[in-house]
């Protein structure tokens, strides 16, 4: 938990509207542990503490933050975004139960938890298809994959998740699980069921709302930008 509450806190301070929080800020999102958290940040000197108890990140982190941390994406857009009400939706858009699946299984679920729901499939198409992916995934706060056929761009999209440490949910239909890939490790998955789309719905509701008490995700707007 350490590990990733220093990972946040770095991306909570580079996203911040002023540029710095209170630890009382911090402590709201979920950043509550000092000894395993803060301390370290502070003694590497990667985070800074002003004579009133604001923290910022040390210029030249910040510079690395955003130039150099993700090889690909668009040039105005390196930040990553930590703990946002937003999920980015991967899945195979061109088979016959895919837009079943996703208008009467995810989207409801997501709308459900009150977070905003992306496609991956509706994202503007300017430039390179690969840096608006980076982008949008960057951007959101926890990316849903459905696995349940081998797919590459879903993939892809997943490996560009896990490089960037975006938390993720895997769905699969329940009639597959034999089929699931042994090699994606540390991933929630989540099996459904088409025969039964209402139960499913609330079932993955709840474990989206379980995720945003878990790392305080309504709190983040209050001081980020998005």
Request: glycine letters at 6%; proline letters at 4%; one cysteine or more.
């Amino acid at each position: 938990m350490a590990y990733r509450d220093q990972w946040k806190m770095l991306h909570l301070l580079n996203t911040s509207m002023r540029g710095a929080l209170k630890e009382t800020e911090l402590i709201e999102m979920g950043i509550d542990c000092y000894p395993d958290t803060i301390q370290y940040l502070k003694d590497d000197g990667i985070v800074e503490m002003d004579g009133t108890g604001v923290y910022s990140l040390n210029p030249m982190v910040r510079r690395m933050l955003n130039k150099f941390m993700i090889a690909m994406g668009a040039g105005d857009m390196k930040e990553i975004y930590v703990d946002v009400p937003s999920c980015f939706i991967v899945m195979p858009f061109s088979e016959e139960w895919s837009d079943t699946v996703f208008y009467d299984f995810i989207q409801p679920a997501v709308i459900k938890s009150k977070m905003e729901c992306v496609r991956g499939d509706m994202i503007p198409r300017v430039g390179k298809l690969s840096e608006n992916i980076v982008k949008q995934i960057q951007r959101t706060g926890l990316v849903i994959a459905d696995i349940s056929v081998p797919n590459a761009n879903v993939f892809y999209e997943l490996g560009i998740a896990d490089a960037i440490g975006r938390d993720v949910f895997l769905l699969y239909e329940k009639n597959i699980e034999q089929n699931l890939p042994a090699d994606i490790q540390g991933a929630h998955y989540y099996a459904y069921d088409r025969n039964n789309i209402p139960e499913s719905v609330e079932r993955f509701a709840e474990s989206l709302i379980q995720w945003k008490e878990l790392y305080r995700v309504d709190v983040t707007l209050k001081y980020c930008r998005k």
